[in-house]
Nanobody, 120 residues
Framework: QGQLVESGGGFVQPGGSLRLSCAAS????????MGWYRQAPGKQRELVAT???????NYADSVKGRFTISRDNAKNTVYLQMNSLKPEDTAVYYC??????????????WGQGTQVTVSS
């Protein structure tokens, strides 16, 4: 079974930084696009950033210039470096990856979510 495991959330003051990590596991054949989404209380889940397997990136306008997505293909891991955090960045952050295992077709996988709270 494929799985995504996230780490790195927490509490930070406005202007601070956090780094999220998400590792894919299983008998992985190939990983395609990886990304981060977030969901604040009472709001729909929204895209934060994505990165393709040839390192093309895409960001939500609200995080451009503050967040950086990257990936380490050798470790099957995607990262989200979040700088200059604002209270409106408070949300549960979810990792997403599209990949296939040796014996399965390409599927979308989701992590369990990690809470990021920005407050003074």
């Amino acid at each position: 079974q494929g799985q995504l495991v996230e780490s790195g959330g927490g509490f930070v003051q406005p202007g601070g930084s956090l780094r999220l990590s998400c590792a894919a596991s299983g008998s992985i054949f190939s990983i395609y696009t990886m990304g981060w989404y977030r969901q604040a209380p009472g709001k729909q889940r929204e895209l934060v950033a994505t990165i393709t397997n040839d390192d093309n990136t895409n960001y939500a306008d609200s995080v451009k210039g503050r967040f950086t997505i990257s990936r380490d293909n050798a470790k099957n891991t995607v990262y989200l470096q979040m700088n200059s955090l604002k209270p409106e960045d408070t949300a549960v952050y979810y990792c997403n990856a599209r990949f296939n295992l040796v014996t399965t077709p390409i599927e979308d996988y989701w992590g369990q979510g990690t809470q990021v709270t920005v407050s003074s």
